[in-house]
């Protein structure tokens, strides 16, 4: 079997359920073709911690074989190509509120920008080499109309958001514009 851009498809699907845990957040339930196309757009790999119930029993793909096999017929996906590097490293703050269902997509593309650590529920820090525009149109790639996103570059106090109502542009740009002596 294959999939309409020619690429071959697992011949063995069925009605299963799966999870996927991504930084301790679990996601789904997906069905035996969603987990395939996310194996083919390279969102999920051996590494990918996936189980057939929302609480419980997660482990790699490559603890199982059958997966593995469909893996194995995946074209060579591309990973998240990171920003091109500034000079010095900077610590961003991002929060993150995602409506959309795309929080899988989301974490994955913030986890291959470099170290990040999750410090509440929509609330991340990342370390990277970037500036904070790129950083916010990086991380907007994989969101929808519901979800909204704002960065701060902690060195630099530069600010960039996604998805926020014209009020909120100009009572963040307001709140960031301070003369200093």
Known sequence: MET??????????????WFIQVDGQAYGPF?????????TEGRVSAQS??????NTGYRPVSADPSLMNWLAQVPSAQPVT??????DPTVFMIM???????????????????????????VWLLQSR???????DILSQPLGADDRLFVLDSFANQTAWFNLSPEMDNQISALWDIQRD
């Open 4 to 17: 309409s851009s020619g690429q071959p498809q697992p011949t063995s699907l069925t009605q299963r359920q």
């Open 31 to 39: 069905d035996d073709r969603t987990l395939w196309q996310y194996m």
């Open 49 to 54: 911690l996936i189980s057939q119930a929302p």
């Open 82 to 87: 990171p920003p091109e590097p500034q000079a």
């Open 96 to 122: 993150g509120e995602i409506r959309s269902g795309r929080g899988m997509e989301f974490m994955q593309t913030l986890q291959g920008l470099g170290p990040t650590q999750r410090i509440g529920t929509s």
């Open 130 to 136: 970037t500036d904070v525009q790129t950083l916010r």
